[in-house]
């Protein structure tokens, strides 16, 4: 659920990328942060105990526009990949706007991909959203990968919904803004109906 600051004129979105462990949900952060005015963004926070890590920043898309005369931020998230971490997962997702799967297009990930899929939905039915009713997109990383799936192998594991969905090569910033973007615009769509 959004956020509104009246006295900054500013509505607060987050955005959560999930998916299995070492996906690339760190690396298309760090390379939007990386990539981001410095005026337009807050600090990247890394929260990292022992054994896990936990990213986030926020942002001010000039180019988003506005609603209602609102200025949009965005907060963006990062989970632990690891099932074990799953009430750190369920912590993150709380308040969300908006979901990014990263999935690992290797095909030797398929199943980790899958499991990381039912966790989010699971972990998101326990606080009453749907992931059918939120904005969603699903990223296919690691295209540059010899072992990579074909596109359809991955839409068809991953995504038989037809959700948006993009090929990225997170370390090169490959599809990394294009799922961001699409992201955005589906949250303040969202908004915009005031569901």
């Known amino acids: 659920m959004s956020f509104i600051n009246y006295s900054s004129r500013e509505i607060n979105c ?3 990328y999930y998916g299995p462990g070492l996906c690339g949900k760190t690396t298309n952060l760090q390379y939007i942060y990386q990539k981001t005015n410095p005026d337009a963004k807050g600090k ?4 990292a105990t022992e054994t896990e890590r936990t990213l986030f920043f926020d942002f001010l ?7 209602r005369g609102f200025k949009t931020r965005f907060h ?3 989970v632990p990949g690891q099932v074990f971490y799953d009430a ?3 912590l993150i997702l709380k308040g969300v706007d908006g979901v990014v799967f990263v999935a690992d297009s290797q095909i030797e990930r398929m199943e980790a991909n899958h499991e990381s899929l039912d966790n989010l939905r699971t972990n998101l039915a326990e606080q009453g959203y749907d992931l059918d009713n939120i904005p969603f997109v699903i990223q296919y990383n690691k295209r540059d990968l010899p072992n990579a799936a074909t596109p359809e192998q991955l839409r068809a594991e991953l995504n038989p919904r037809g ?3 993009f090929e990225a090569v997170a370390v090169t910033g490959k599809g990394v803004f294009d799922t961001l973007k699409a992201t955005a615009k589906l ?3 969202h908004l915009k ?3």
């Open 193 to 195: 109906r005031g569901t």
């Open 88 to 90: 750190s997962r369920k």
């Open 163 to 165: 959700v948006p969905d």
């Open 44 to 47: 990247m926070i890394s929260l």
């Open 76 to 78: 963006l998230y990062t």
């Open 14 to 16: 987050k955005i959560v």
């Open 187 to 189: 949250v303040l769509t």
């Open 61 to 67: 898309p000039l180019s988003l526009g506005q609603i």
